[in-house]
C-alpha cells in the first residue's frame, strides 16, 4: 500500500516509491525464506538490549552491506518482530526487480539530486507515520568486506533522522551487523548483531555532521563487535533463528551414527 497522506502535506515520492501489498509481501517472503534455508547452514542472531520493537519507536535501521543477501536478511529481522518495514535500495535493482516494491522497497537515483532530496522527504515520512514502522538503510551504499576500515558512512541517514524529528518528534536509530561466515561446514551461515536504539530529538539532530559521526562510529563498533565473536568463535550467546540445508559432513555424521562409528553428539 502506497502512503497517502493529506493534499496539503504529501510529500514527494521518488521516482521508484514504495508500493505494499500484503498478498505480494507473502511471496516475497516465500521466496526469500526458501533462498535463505537453500543457502545457508542456519542463522544466528544475538540482541544487545531485547526486542527492540518494545521501545514503540519509529526506527531507522543503519546495517553493512557486504553481501547481496543483505536485503533479504533485513526482511527476515523484520517479519521476526513483527514490525511495519520498509527498505532503501539501490534504484537500478529495484527498476530491475520492481516486484519488491510490495514489500516496502523504494529506490532513489543517486546521481539524481532532486531524486535524492525527494527520497529524504520520502523516507522521513515513512518514519513519521502514526504507527510506529521501521526503515532499512545500508549507508554504505554498496557492497563492502566487512572488515573494511574506515567504515564508508554516506550521509543520507542523517538528513532522514533531522527531517524526521521536526516539529518535535523522536525518532530512534538501530545499528544492524551481520557477517556471512564458513565455520566447519559445507554451507555458510549468517550471524547477526541488534545493537542498542540510539534516540534522536529535533534538537539533537539539527547537527547534521555530529549525528552522522555518532551513527557511523554506532556501525562500527557494532560491525567490530560480531567480527571479534567470529574470530574468538564466541557464539554461545546468538540463538539460531533459522535452519538451512544440511551439507554433506552432517549427511556424514548421521551415517555413521546409524552405523555406530562415532557417538551421538
Known amino acids: 500500500m502506497t502512503i497517502r497522506p493529506s493534499r496539503q502535506s504529501q510529500p514527494v515520492a521518488p521516482r521508484y516509491p514504495a508500493r505494499k501489498s500484503p498478498w505480494g509481501e507473502l511471496l516475497i517472503w516465500a521466496l526469500v525464506r526458501t533462498s535463505l534455508r537453500r543457502m545457508f547452514v542456519r542463522v544466528r542472531l544475538r540482541e544487545t538490549s531485547g526486542n527492540p520493537r518494545l521501545a514503540g519507536l519509529p526506527l531507522l535501521l543503519i546495517a553493512n552491506h557486504p553481501s547481496w543477501w543483505d536485503g533479504y536478511l533485513a526482511l527476515l529481522l523484520s517479519r521476526r518482530y513483527g514490525m511495519r518495514r520498509y527498505l532503501l535500495m539501490d534504484a537500478a535493482q529495484l527498476k530491475r526487480y520492481g516486484f519488491f516494491a510490495w514489500a516496502g522497497c523504494f529506490g532513489i537515483e543517486r546521481t539524481d539530486a532532486r531524486d535524492v532530496a525527494r527520497g529524504i522527504t520520502y523516507a522521513a515520512a515513512l518514519l513519521r507515520q502514526a504507527e510506529p514502522a521501521w526503515l532499512w538503510l545500508f549507508p554504505q551504499a554498496e557492497i563492502t568486506p566487512p572488515r573494511a576500515r574506515p567504515l564508508s558512512f554516506h550521509g543520507g541517514a542523517a538528513h532522514i533522522v ?97 552405523d555406530r562409528l562415532v557417538a551421538d553428539p
Open 162 to 258: 533531522r527531517r524526521a524529528t521536526e516539529g518535535g518528534r523522536t525518532v530512534g536509530v538501530l545499528p544492524i551487523a551481520w557477517e556471512l561466515v564458513f565455520r566447519g561446514e559445507q554451507h555458510p551461515e549468517i550471524v547477526m548483531l541488534v545493537g542498542d536504539i540510539i534516540p534522536f530529538d529535533e534538537e539533537r539532530a539539527r547537527d547534521l555532521p555530529s549525528v552522522r559521526a555518532c551513527l557511523s562510529d554506532a556501525l562500527t563498533a557494532i560491525m567490530d563487535t560480531v567480527g571479534s565473536d567470529i574470530a574468538r568463535d564466541d557464539l554461545a550467546a546468538y540463538r539460531t533463528i533459522l535452519r538451512g540445508r544440511v551439507g554433506i559432513n552432517d549427511r556424514f555424521d548421521r551415517l555413521l551414527r546409524r
